[in-house]
């Protein structure tokens, strides 16, 4: 892995500190407060190239690698977690429809994401009944003359009420006989589709999560997205990826909490110097490894499954720790429930349980060393 930036790396991650510095970060506390999806947000990212950083440019994306990605998704968090989620969603979805999609189903959806047409996309395969067993999913999607007919629950949907595409996971059956889990392209409009009140959160506020009902809903037999019955193997395959999004989200939480503890005008007493060089060492690492598994996923050289579990479980357990530590640090003030450093602990904490929880994690991590050993 290349220690220094390539210039495409460079120029993303300047494009995104521009607009985490100048749109985002003025805002963030009273877009938390309004619980305001960041519609106008949005779009300057898609201007930017920032909903696409790791797809191809025929598809209006900056083809700039997932190091890139992972760069921009931290400055972004840096400045507010909500959106980058939102944003780190986008790219995954989009990524999916262009890696399985016929050049049909990827030309006529990737672009409206990758240009803002849709504010974002959503990935729909938790449900009420099954997260971290996403295998015992209940949605069905039986074929029909004319098609597929859908119906089941999805829940915690990130942006469901705003998406202009679902991607979503579910049993299938043809003429009867269960065909295992298969992938769907649904356009969010159609008749059918219920969409929940957002849930409320502790944290991310601006990010948008909603369960989605789906009742008979009728889509087309151009919806399927890859190969009949082999969806889950492209979700497990979408979260590994997903997990390098949520870990590089924990590291911006965690560098926007040491950033505001630091201005603070800290007393400078060695227990709290101590503290600070062991966060930022910390922080440093959690960065290193989930560059590291951006770098193997660009590679493509390599299963990265293994590296982006360590990446979101590390990242994702020091950006709680740091923010924790640095209310803990700076004092009474910071925690107040709008205080910038509350938020960024309030926000940390589900980037413990979204794209598989860190118990799951470490089954994963797990499971691999002993299949594949320590190297
Ligand atoms: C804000 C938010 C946004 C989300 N966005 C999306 C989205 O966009 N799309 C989507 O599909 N989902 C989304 N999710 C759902 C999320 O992925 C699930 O909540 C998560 O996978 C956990 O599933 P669960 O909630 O059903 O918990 P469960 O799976 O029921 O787990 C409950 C507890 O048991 C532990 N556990 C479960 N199985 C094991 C095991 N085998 N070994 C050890 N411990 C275990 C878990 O770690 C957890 O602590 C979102 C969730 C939140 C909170």
Redesign the pocket.
């Known amino acids: 892995m290349d220690a220094q930036l390539n210039p495409t790396q460079v120029d993303v991650q300047r494009r995104a500190r521009q607009i985490a510095r100048e749109h985002l970060a003025p805002r963030a506390i009273a877009r938390d407060a309004a619980g305001e999806f960041p519609l106008d947000d949005l779009r300057r990212l898609a201007d930017a190239g920032l909903m696409g950083v790791n797809i191809n440019r025929e598809l209006g994306g900056l083809q700039a690698g997932v190091v890139a990605y992972s760069l921009a998704v931290q400055a972004i968090a840096k400045a507010d977690p909500a959106v980058a989620v939102t944003m780190a969603?986008n790219n995954m979805v989009g990524e999916v429809l262009s890696y399985f999609g016929t050049p049909s189903q990827t030309s006529t959806l990737v672009p409206k994401m990758t240009s803002g047409e849709f504010s974002s996309g959503?990935?729909?395969?938790?449900e009420p009944g099954?997260?971290?067993?996403a295998a015992g999913m209940l949605t069905r999607a039986t074929r029909t003359t004319e098609g597929w007919r859908l119906s089941g629950t999805?829940a915690?949907?990130?942006s469901g009420a705003y998406a202009g595409v679902f991607l979503v996971w579910a049993q299938t059956s043809v003429d009867g006989d269960d065909q295992g889990i298969s992938l769907f392209i649904v356009d969010s409009r159609l008749p059918g589709i219920t969409v929940g009140q957002p849930?409320d959160?502790m944290g991310?506020h601006a990010s948008n999560?909603v369960s989605l009902a789906f009742d008979d809903v009728l889509i087309g037999p151009d919806a399927l997205l890859g190969e009949l019955g082999k969806g889950f193997r492209i979700a497990m395959m979408a979260l590994d990826g997903g997990r390098i999004g949520i870990a590089s989200q924990s590291i911006g939480i965690a560098d926007g909490a040491l950033e505001w503890a630091t201005k603070a005008g800290l007393d400078r007493s060695a227990r709290c110097a101590d503290a600070l060089e062991m966060m930022h060492a910390r922080v440093e690492a959690a960065r290193q490894l989930t560059l590291r598994a951006a770098w193997l996923k660009e590679s493509a050289s390599t299963n990265f499954s293994r590296q982006a579990s360590m990446a979101k479980l590390m990242a994702s357990e020091v950006a709680n720790e740091v923010a924790r530590q640095c209310v803990a640090l700076v004092g009474p003030e910071a925690a107040a429930y709008d205080h910038p450093l509350a938020k960024l602990l309030r926000d940390a904490r589900?980037t413990r349980?979204?794209?598989?929880?860190?118990?799951?994690q470490r089954?994963v991590i797990a499971r691999d060393l002993i299949r594949h050993g320590v190297a």
């Open positions: 969603v959503s990935f729909c395969l938790s099954s997260g971290s067993d999805k915690w949907i990130t849930e959160k991310q999560t589900v349980i979204y794209e598989g929880t860190s118990e799951i089954v």
